[in-house]
């Protein structure tokens, strides 16, 4: 399935007993699944849909969600283990100089900041 540049948002329903997904730039697109990855699959299908058809008629698509090409970008920096692995730290050393506050060395703080560099967060 082609990559849709939107926001999803899944909330649980108790009338419905199970949860919605919505997708807020297409005013109306949402779609109901027993578990959040079945709502969520179903309202990309349905916004695919919905974006063929907009683009048939002639209709301008809403525009990109940048917030969410951000937080894309920046994926493998919001998990520890990731950074921990690209910077060739341990995950343990990591969580626990973040959590203490310790300094990192010199040559810690060098390689983390090439991964940063690497994902497009300037160092500074």
């Known amino acids: 399935m082609k990559v849709i540049p939107y ?3 899944v909330s649980y329903s108790a009338d419905d007993e ?10 109306y697109c949402l779609a109901f699944g027993e ?6 699959k179903e309202v990309k299908a349905a916004a695919a849909e919905m ?23 920046l994926q493998p920096l919001l998990n520890l283990s990731a950074i921990a692995k ?9 969580s626990s100089k973040i959590s203490r506050g310790t300094a990192f060395t010199a040559d810690e703080s060098a390689r983390i900041g090439r991964v940063l560099v690497a994902h497009g967060i300037a160092a500074t």
């Open 35 to 40: 578990t959040p990855e079945k709502a969520v």
């Open 86 to 94: 690209a910077a060739n730290i341990s995950v343990q050393t990591l």
């Open 51 to 73: 974006l063929k058809v907009m683009e048939q008629e002639g209709k301008p698509l809403p525009a990109v969600d940048t917030t969410l090409a951000r937080v894309t970008a």
């Open 7 to 9: 926001q999803i948002t």
């Open 18 to 27: 199970g949860y919605v997904a919505r997708m807020p730039a297409l005013r």
